[in-house]
């Protein structure tokens, strides 16, 4: 609880506010029946004519105008309140998310921190609203009808007084119980919304391979499970329902009995009795707004522990202090120095959540060396899961190394912060985004860039002559994913998207593996052309993509067997020619 008043603390007037307009409103709320007993035992007998019944009823009516505005006041105050609250948490968690680390989003699971932005919010933003509102009104429904009771008649409400404890400690032990139960079922929501992103996400290859049923039985387990912790959760939590209006009902049919016999004596009004049939429905409701508050709180403080895990996630990838003085051991842009790093070491969450932009959980790179000078170029070429793309993720500092250092620009990458680090590169990842926006938004993505740099971006890249074929051009919305691009199309986007900042460091990671060859090679002569200042390092499977580098580096289940330009490692390298006279027949 103390993490939701960290957000909603900030409004407390407004709350204070709420609260007091709730306590009016169910003050006068509880004033009504008392009325209505005056009114029966008293006016209505000595009334000489209708007008003070006609007085007393308008002060009925007034009474239930009044607490019909207040109600309705705090309730709107209360949503606003909410609203805010809520708002602030879905943001902070938001930025959170963005910054958490290749390891940190590998623990915490896309599926789960997509279920703890939609789910966990909402419950969090229900209990902010009832507790302003149902939190007042419960126990002053409770306390307050018992109260007046007693005032009426002390032998009726006795039996209010023995049953109203009883009724709050069961309440309060299942709610305990409850709070456990409730994190299980967000859990169980994680599973259900991982599966339902793969299958909507890969929807072609389902449909493809006429996998519907299997997709729908995977499913519908999990949803089933989901179902069967929830209604775990719910048969638990609705426990004190049935057995407080058992309690109630046995005190409601004492009430009328004793009251009756009371009444047929001479000892109590028969407007007394009718009070207590309301105040009983009163404290009813009191007993139930109760209950229904500690169930909002068991599912919100889950939900609330489950937000705070990703929000208060310490950045265990700021820039380390002494880093700075950390001398390369030769000269470079772009430096490896006896780095290793396995995926193991850093992740802990379970086997399906995948890598965070990186390759299978058991691959690593092993005492990996070499550098590249500034304005110089670098191939990278091996296996599927020989650890290329784990190159990409130390340079970039998604990760950082178990032993080893990473510099660029020849400082150590944990020297810096992490947006210094990051604006000086362009890069296009192995499975690469497109946004549901303009081609525009796309490739300028927030950035200071210019029409003029975007167009000649989009033109080396080979998009332009596509994009201005569209009537809007530049403004074409792409649709989510770019599914209204071809595969070539995406991938040259994205590449116009990497060079139009004009990157120190270009890196395309497996960039260019939808385009023809001649399309390939247009484009890897722009890149010489233009942007020769750019420190370029390419990650590609075929061969003439790297050929013409300055150097090119073969890894084989992440270790380096060849280092070299192509010329070299066409004579050194085994699993090099294997590659090239695969790819392109017999090369001398």
């Known amino acids: 609880m103390k993490f939701i ?10 709350i204070l506010l709420v609260m007091l307009v709730k306590l009016a409103g169910t ?41 019909r505005m207040l109600n309705i006041k705090a309730n709107r105050m209360s949503v606003r309140v909410a609203r805010n609250t809520t708002f602030a948490v879905r943001r902070d968690l938001f ?58 008649d002390a032998s009726l409400a006795a039996i209010l007084c023995i049953m109203a404890p009883v009724m709050i400690t069961l309440v309060v032990f299942v709610s305990v119980k409850g709070i456990p139960l409730y994190d299980t079922v967000q859990r169980g929501m994680d599973t259900v919304v991982r599966l339902m992103r793969e299958s909507i996400t890969g929807i072609r290859v389902v449909k493809a391979l006429s996998k519907e049923p299997y997709e729908k039985n995977r499913y519908g387990e999990a949803n089933s499970d989901l179902v069967r912790r929830e209604v775990k959760a719910g048969v638990i939590m609705s426990l004190p329902g049935p057995i407080v209006t058992l309690f109630l009902n046995v005190g409601l049919t004492l009430v009328v009995f004793i009251g009756a016999r009371r009444v047929n004596s001479g000892e109590m009004a028969p407007g007394v009795i009718l009070a207590f049939l309301t105040y009983f429905n009163m404290i009813l409701m009191g007993v139930m707004g109760l209950n229904r508050i500690f169930m909002m709180m068991s599912k919100a403080n889950a939900s609330a522990n489950r937000i705070r895990e990703v929000v208060d996630t310490e950045e265990d990838l700021a820039p380390v202090a002494g880093a700075e003085k950390e001398v390369p051991p030769t000269d470079g842009d772009l430096i490896f120095d006896n780095v290793t790093f396995s995926y193991d070491a850093d992740k802990e969450a379970g086997e399906e959540e995948g890598q965070f932009l990186g390759e299978g959980r058991q691959k690593c790179l092993k005492d990996i060396s070499f550098s590249v000078k500034k304005g110089g170029s670098l191939g990278i070429i091996g296996a599927t899961g020989s650890g290329k793309t784990s190159i990409v993720n130390l340079l970039m500092r998604f990760y950082d190394p178990q032993e080893g250092r990473v510099f660029v620009g020849g400082q150590d990458v944990r020297a810096y912060e992490k947006d210094d680090l990051h604006k000086k590169f362009g890069v296009v990842f192995q499975n690469d985004v497109i946004f549901a926006d303009t081609i525009r938004e796309n490739l300028t993505f927030g950035r200071d860039v210019t029409d003029r740099m975007m167009r000649e971006a989009a033109t080396d890249a080979m998009a332009r002559d596509f994009v201005e074929e569209y009537e809007d051009d530049y403004e074409h919305e792409a649709a989510i994913h770019g599914a209204n691009f071809s595969g070539g199309q995406k991938q040259r986007l994205l590449i116009a998207r990497a060079l139009a900042a004009k990157p120190e460091i270009l890196i395309l990671d497996d960039s260019s593996s939808a385009l023809d060859y001649r399309t390939d090679a247009s484009l890897r002569k722009a890149i010489r052309d233009h942007h020769d200042s750019a420190t370029t390092v390419v990650i590609a499977q075929r061969v003439s993509s790297i050929m013409s580098l300055d150097e090119i580096l073969v890894l084989h289940e992440g270790e380096m067997i060849g280092r070299g330009t192509h010329e070299e490692l066409m004579r050194s390298c085994e699993v090099y020619r294997d590659i090239c006279r695969t790819q392109m027949g017999e090369v001398s």
Not at 7 to 14: D, H, L, M, S
Not at 136 to 151: S, V, Y
Request: glycine share 8%; charged share 15%.
């Open 5 to 14: 008043w960290r957000y909603a603390g900030k409004y407390r007037k407004y």
């Open 27 to 67: 003050g006068t709320e509880l004033l009504i029946p008392y009325v209505l007993e005056h009114l029966l035992d008293n006016v209505v007998p000595a009334a000489e004519n209708a007008w003070p019944v006609i007085a007393w009823g308008a002060v009925m009516l007034l009474l239930t105008l009044t607490t």
């Open 95 to 152: 930025h959170r998310a963005l910054n958490l680390s290749g390891k940190q989003m590998d623990q915490v699971g896309l599926p789960s921190l997509i279920s703890r932005m939609t789910s966990d919010t909402y419950n969090i933003q229900n209990f902010t609203r009832m507790i302003q509102t149902m939190g007042i009104r419960a126990p002053i429904m409770l306390f307050g009808g018992i109260i007046i009771t007693l005032t009426m």
